[in-house]
């Protein structure tokens, strides 16, 4: 299963470009993997897996070798933990360290903007990685905080010093909401899920590019789907996007689990669910800050 998530959609949880989900490619030189290529093949689990080392394509009623070096959850969390750990010292750091008042409001805009624009291609990059690189991730999750540490801190100051805490609390609860509803199999990630997602994700976002467009060109707020009931509007759709994303890596991250993705992997994941809260957080704050502005 392919997720959504730009990171995991290239190759999620495999080696040698396999990936765990609903629509397997055949493989070159051999049949169609039904269900997934780490699936299980005839009398013997490691016949069809990408993980599985090269002597352990036993034969008969001979036993594979235990592997190790296997990604768990508790890898996942902790690498999660250091990633959104990074995200959120260096935005309380640029939040002190880089003020909004206006003597310094352009400095502070100028460096969140180009800390956004350094993010945006080391995510870029790594998601055009063979492998995970930690040091790429991490440095990603530092400049991303600067941006959001500056953001937040000018929401904060210019419409409701209440919004940025409701907004971390909002993205908390989403994503609790979405991993309760996916344990308990209330949302089911299947072929269909993934199609409608992709769709309106890509819907959405050639909707906001053409805001930004006509916002550039004419000035305001473009087509006006950042502001008043169109922006509300938009803001719950992007939130509820955010939700479907998270249902899409955690069914990844349960295929890496299942399957045995190398430990290396859960840097993939942290990488992931970071990009995804980092979205839910933003559509988050800027949907209570037209709400708030409102008021």
Known sequence: MRSSNPVFSRRGFSRDNGYAGFNAQPQAGGPAVATNPYGQGT??????NPYAPADAQLGGDQQAPAR??????DD?????????GTVVVTAALSWFLLPVDQDSIGKSYGIAIGAALIAMVLALVQAFKSKPVPALILSYAAFEGVFLGVISSAVSTYISAGVVPQAVLGTMAVFAGVLIAYKMRWIRVNRRFYGFVMAAAMGFIILMAVNLLFALIGGGDGLGFRSGGLGILFGVIGVILG???LALDFKQ????LTYGAPREESWLA???????????????LRLLSILQGND
Do not use: H
């Open 43 to 48: 009398g013997n689990p490691y016949a069809t």
């Open 76 to 84: 996942v969390v902790s690498r999660t933990a250091m990633t959104l």
């Open 270 to 284: 942290a990488f992931g669910l970071t990009l995804t809260l980092v979205w839910i957080y933003l559509e988050m």
């Open 253 to 256: 991250v349960e295929d890496g």
């Open 243 to 245: 939700a479907c994303f």
């Open 68 to 73: 190790s070096n296997v990604m768990t959850i």
